[in-house]
Each structure stands twice: as structure tokens, then as C-alpha cells.
T-cell receptor, first 114, second 115 residues
Framework: TQLLEQSPQFLSIQEGENLTVYCNSSSVFSSLQWYRQEPGEGPVLLVTVVTGGEVKKLKRLTFQFGDARKDSSLHITAAQPGDTGLYLCAGTNAGGTSYGKLTFGQGTILTVHP | SQTIHQWPATLVQPVGSPLSLECTVEGTSNPNLYWYRQAAGRGLQLLFYSVGIGQISSEVPQNLSASRPQDRQFILSSKKLLLSDSGFYLC??????????????FGNGTRLTVT
């Protein structure tokens, strides 16, 4: 069973600060996705990374896939209250037929105070 | 554009009662369909997935079952609910692109409370 460990589990910061969320595994993933979820709603995809070492930017969010495709990070610059939510990483198993099944991390609850 | 509908949004059911949650997808054909459960705003646990009509795979043994009577309809059921079935249930769809991490598109979930 492939596991994804996210850290930290909780993050409470002031508006304007920077932060990084980590997603680590001992297993190799063929791709990794990051989702953001608000209370009472389903997760919404932010980004998919598929190549080891890949870096993608989405406005103030920077996503990186580790060279060995076992880990990923999400960095937010100058956080805003609108960034508040649950951030989830999810990986697709490398090799075999995955049928699109994802392994999810336990999530990071981010609170940005004005 | 594709949309996913999941209902009801909230449900309170007594222990021992039956359950039926429904999910439908519009705007795409032959999607993969998934049922996830989320505990206390944390990670998602995959319960069932389906790659076609009548094809259901269960990921964990439990008190629940799933069915796919039509291409874009996915139903989560139970004959007798347990207290431990309480949680936030999410339906999702994707299009199979093996090895590339097909993104999941989630519904807005059903908050189930078993009393």
C-alpha cells in the first residue's frame, strides 16, 4: 500500500507570510496532484505534476515534484485569507493499471488571518 | 462542459435504516466513477470505483455497497446503517488516461450523520 504523508497537518499564519506544505512517500508515483477544499465542498484540482523535478506556478502558488517522484511541495507566497482551506496531495501509483485511483495524503488545514 | 451532481447534501438517519446516495455526471461519456469518504475534514479514503456499467470494485470491506445502473449514474447504498458510517461522502469522476494521473472532479459531497 502506497502512503503519502503530508506536513504540517495544521498551519496558522498571518496575511503576507510565506508557507510550504510537504508531501512525502517512500514509494514512486507516476504523477502527483494537489487539491484545495473548502468546508462543505468537494476538493478542486490545483495542479498535476508528472515529471521528476518539475516545477509549476499558479499565481502565488509554486508546486514542485521531487526528482525521484516520491515527494512534492506546495509553496505559497504572501498568503491571503482567501488561501484558507484544506490542501490535499494525491498520487497515482507508478506501474500497472491504476484506473485513475489516487492515494491521498491526510491534508494540511491552512488558516490565514487578516 | 461537464458537471457532477450529488444528493442529498445532508442526511440524518437512524442506526439500522437503509441508505441511498446518488451521483450523476453530465457532459461526458464512459467516465470512471468513484465514491470516497472523508473523516473530519482530513484525507480521502477510496470506497468504490467503477470503470463501466455494472462494474464495481470495492477497496475496503465495509457495510456499504455501490452500483452503476447507467453510464453516468453511481449509487452508494447500505441495507442497515451503523454509527461508524457517519461521515462526508464524495462522488468523483475522471477520464482514464493510464499513468498520467487523471484529475478527479468531485461533487459537493453528502454529510451523513447516523444517530
Amino acid at each position: 500500500t502506497q502512503l503519502l504523508e503530508q506536513s504540517p497537518q495544521f498551519l496558522s499564519i498571518q496575511e503576507g507570510e510565506n508557507l510550504t506544505v510537504y508531501c512525502n512517500s517512500s514509494s514512486v508515483f507516476s504523477s502527483l496532484q494537489w487539491y484545495r477544499q473548502e468546508p462543505g465542498e468537494g476538493p478542486v484540482l490545483l495542479v498535476t505534476v508528472v515529471t521528476g523535478g518539475e516545477v509549476k506556478k499558479l499565481k502565488r502558488l509554486t508546486f514542485q515534484f521531487g526528482d525521484a517522484r516520491k515527494d512534492s511541495s506546495l509553496h505559497i507566497t504572501a498568503a491571503q485569507p482567501g488561501d484558507t482551506g484544506l490542501y490535499l496531495c494525491a498520487g497515482t501509483n507508478a506501474g500497472g493499471t491504476s484506473y485513475g485511483k489516487l492515494t491521498f495524503g491526510q491534508g494540511t488545514i491552512l488558516t490565514v488571518h487578516p | 462542459s461537464q458537471t457532477i451532481h450529488q444528493w442529498p447534501a445532508t442526511l440524518v438517519q437512524p442506526v439500522g435504516s437503509p441508505l441511498s446516495l446518488e451521483c450523476t455526471v453530465e457532459g461526458t461519456s464512459n467516465p470512471n466513477l468513484y465514491w470516497y469518504r472523508q473523516a473530519a475534514g482530513r484525507g480521502l479514503q477510496l470506497l468504490f470505483y467503477s470503470v463501466g456499467i455494472g462494474q464495481i470494485s470495492s477497496e475496503v470491506p465495509q457495510n456499504l455497497s455501490a452500483s452503476r445502473p447507467q453510464d453516468r449514474q453511481f449509487i452508494l447504498s447500505s441495507k442497515k446503517l451503523l454509527l461508524s458510517d457517519s461521515g462526508f461522502y464524495l462522488c468523483a469522476w475522471s477520464l482514464l488516461r493510464q499513468g498520467l494521473g487523471s484529475p478527479l472532479h468531485f461533487g459537493n459531497g453528502t454529510r451523513l450523520t447516523v444517530t
